[in-house]
C-alpha cells in the first residue's frame, strides 16, 4: 500500500496538470472544450440540413437527386401528394422542383 505523502503528492501533480490543460481551450456552454469554427457560407436556398427527416422525405429528396438537381433543400409534400423542393439544375441555377405520384420530377414554373 502506498504511504499518505505519496499518495497526496501524486493527487496534487495530477489536479494541477489537468488544471492547466483545461485552460489552453475555451469552454463550451455545454461542457468539453471547444475550438473556434470558421463561419459557414451563406446559401440562398436554405439551410443545408433539416433538423428532422423522415424516410419519405428522404426517398422524395434521392429521387429528385436522381433526375439530375443537386443541392436538394426545403423537400415538403403537398395536401395532393406531390413533394415540392428547391434545387440547382444542370446549369447551377436554383429552381423549384415537384416530384409527382407516379415519380417525374418537373421545374415548377
Known sequence: MMNRPLLASLLIIASAGAASAQEAWPRSPYGGNST?????QSDNLGPRSEPTVTV???V???QIEKSGYTGVRGVSRAAD???????RN???APVSVVL???GNVTEAR
Request: hydrophobic residues 35%; charged residues 10%.
Open 56 to 58: 419519405a422525405t428522404a
Open 60 to 62: 422524395a429528396r434521392t
Open 36 to 40: 473556434q469554427r470558421q463561419s459557414a
Open 90 to 92: 444542370g446549369q447551377n
Open 81 to 87: 401528394g406531390t413533394w415540392h423542393a428547391v434545387a
Open 100 to 102: 409527382d405520384n407516379q
